[in-house]
Structure formats: structure tokens, C-alpha cells
């Protein structure tokens, strides 16, 4: 008996329609002879699949698998295949029961139970690939909030009706108007194409950081070059996805860029700014450099706009891009070149001067970090000073003195040492004073 529902609204109506549509459906197939034959094939169908796949999976386990210590593509292309063994089953039960609505339609002229049988089967296929083989957050999370709907729509025959209804539904943002179905396509491809670029961006970084032959800051250049790429490349496709006019967006796009370029010219500059240091290196990722402005620190990043300093006591300064071409820039290269540093001391003035040259060149060249080349060790005579004679020592070392602390320190102390076992005296600071005029009395 049919239910009054005139004065409901149309959405209730059409709930109402749909779920009559189906009890009808599933009185005639309780009620047909063909329909239980159907269930049969199916019972069958699935049957069959849980024996040949007991018995085929671990047949194809063991050939495809590779050995553990096996490397290289074709190695990994193995492993890849190996994750899909679960869909085993729901295949092939998808299989068997498309054979079996071949036979169904020749003899009855109707298969829909077996029909929506297979696509069931199917379902449970994109329910085990999102629930067991699926390991990504991001593709889990699109797996089970967008491929299992679609696949239950499927499975109920739906599908067709839901994507029509969305393509006839609209959304409008000003003059522009879209239909709803584009706006999700949009949504889900975007989704996709951006998650595609993000791992097609990280595959090629490590395959250009494994380029040792590449100066850093040519690989550094490559990469961010094709990042940019695959990311345009994203951008422009899925516009054609949502069906938007490129064309449409030319006029829109030059205003945005004159704006553009009269609003961010600093920014603009700092990224050209950045292309040049990549492109010449004068200033690259593990150099340690000093700005006419004072920052100094140890370059740990480089970014299109601005590059980052570490400090020695372990703070960041964010540089911009500019400041490298337009100021001096003192370039200490620790990435690997040498660099001099001195260490003052002074001596007694009873000292024999001569001697002290080839006494503290022996001992800080025992240093394990001071190079013979380009230069050993120069002791040098500075100087005539109030209390001592001066004197200082250059070295080179790779790598950079943390202020007067790290090789400096060393060499004094192997300095300290010298003197101490020559027996030369290191002078106090003296001073003599004069007193003229008679000296004044005590009182008692």
C-alpha cells in the first residue's frame, strides 16, 4: 500500500520513491525462479574464488617475491606487486561472476541479481585496497571518504543518478557559476595532483642530491626549477579538469601580475636575487659567511626569498636574498677551504727573542687540526710593549674558529706550555711610578 507523501518535501518524496523502487525489486527477486538461480551462481562464483585463491597465493607469493638482499627497479617493481595479493579474492570472485552472468543472460535473459552480485564483489575489492594495502594518510583518507562512496553508489546502481543530479546542480561566486559536480572533480583531482607533485618533488630531490658531481648550488637551483615545474604543470591541468577557461583568465592574470609587481618588487628581487646565488654559487648551503650589516652564521638553508643563518650560539637569522648582491659579503667557505687565524702572546723582556720563533712553530704545528699547507706556522715579532715583548703565531685550519675559542684556545694552551717547559717568563703588566717632592710624614 502506497503512502500519501504530497505534503512532505520532495526530498522525502523521492527517499520514499526510491525505497519503494527497491522493495519492489526485492519482492521479484524473492519471488523469481531466474533471481534464485542467480544466488546460486553467486554462492558458486565466491566459493570457487576462496578455493583458487587458497591455493594460487602462495604460489604467486613465493615468484614474485624477491630475495631480501635483491636491489634495483625491477627488484621493487617485485614488492610493489607483492602488496596487491590481498585483492586475490574479490577479483576473482569478481571474475567468476562475470562469468556466470554471461551464462545467466544467454539462458534467462536477465542478470540483474548476478550483476549487482559482481558489484558487490567490486566494492569489497575498494574496501580491502583502502582498508589492508593503502598505507598513505592522505590517499587512506581519499580512499575512504571518496572511492568507497562512489563504490557503494556503484554497488546499488545509483551512481549514474547522483552524478547527473550534481552536474545539473550550480554554484556561483560572482558572475562565475560552476556546477557542483565540477567543483568536486576539482576538489578530488586537485587533491591528487598536488599529492602527486609533492612525491614526483621529493623522488627528484633525493635523485638530484645523489648527484655529488653537481656543485649544491646547482642541484639546489635544478630542484627548486622542477619543483616549480610540476607544480604549474598541476596547477594548469586541473583547471582544464574543472572545465575552466584558460583563455577566460588572461586579462585576470596580467592585472594580478601588474599588481603584483608593483606591490611585492621586494620580493620579486629576492627571488631573483636567490636564482643568482644558486646559479653562481658565490654563497652557498654550509658556507659561513659575514654581511656588511654584521650578521654572521653558518648558511643552513636557502629558500626562494631568503637564505638562513645559524649562529655558533645556535640562533637563526633570516637573510634576505638581496643582501648577498647588493652589500659585501665576506665568504669564509667552510665547506671545506682553509682559513688563518692568529694567537697574541708576550714574553719576558730577559728572554732570548731569538729562540721563541722556532719553539712555538714546533709546538702548535703538533696541533692535530693546524695544516702545513698553504702555509705551516708563523711565529712573528709584533711589537715592543710596556710590560713584554709581543709576539703572535699564524695558522690555517679547515674550518672556523667559534670566535677565539675553539683553535685559538688550543693554541694558546699548547703556547703556555712551550714557554713553561723553555722556561721563559710571561710578564705581568708593570708599572713604575714616580713620586716627586718630598715624601709625606705618618702620623703614629
Known sequence: MALDLSDQPEIV?????????GWDLALSWLL???????????????????IVARRLRPVLNRQITPAEEATGVIADSRRFAVIFLPLLLPLLAYGFTAIGETLVRSMFDSGAVIAFGKRVFLFLAARRLVRDIVHDPFLKLLGRY????????????????????????TVTFGNISISAMALIRGIIAGSILFWLGGWSTRQTSQFIDAQEQMRPSVRQLVGKAIEFAIFAAAFLLLLNIMGINLGALAVLGGAIGVGLGFGLQKIASNFISGVILLIEGQATVGDFVELDG??????????AR?????????????????????TRVTNFSDSGSANRYEAPFSVSYDTDIN???????????????????????????????????????????????DGPNKYTSDVLFLIWNALKDAGVEIPYPQRVVEIKGPMPELKS
Request: charged residues 15%; proline residues 7%; aromatic residues 12%.
Open 355 to 401: 729562540l721563541i720563533p722556532p719553539l712555538i712553530e714546533a709546538a702548535v704545528s703538533k696541533h692535530p687540526e693546524v695544516l702545513d699547507a698553504p702555509y705551516p706556522p708563523d711565529c712573528e715579532l709584533r711589537g715592543f710593549g710596556d710590560s713584554g715583548i709581543d709576539f703572535a703565531v699564524e695558522f690555517w685550519v679547515n674550518g672556523l674558529d
Open 32 to 50: 523469481s525462479p531466474a533471481a534464485w538461480s542467480q544466488f546460486a551462481l553467486l554462492v558458486i562464483a565466491y566459493l570457487a574464488a576462496v
Open 13 to 21: 518524496q523521492q527517499a520514499y520513491g526510491y525505497a519503494q523502487q
Open 146 to 169: 571518496v572511492l568507497l562512496p562512489v563504490a557503494a553508489l556503484y554497488m546499488f546502481g545509483v551512481l549514474d543518478d547522483v552524478l547527473a543530479a550534481l552536474t545539473a546542480l
Open 294 to 303: 654584521g650578521e654572521s652564521g653558518k648558511i643552513v638553508k636557502m629558500t
Open 306 to 326: 631568503a637564505a638562513i643563518l645559524e649562529t655558533f650560539d645556535g640562533r637563526w637569522i633570516v637573510v634576505p636574498n638581496e643582501d648577498f648582491i647588493t
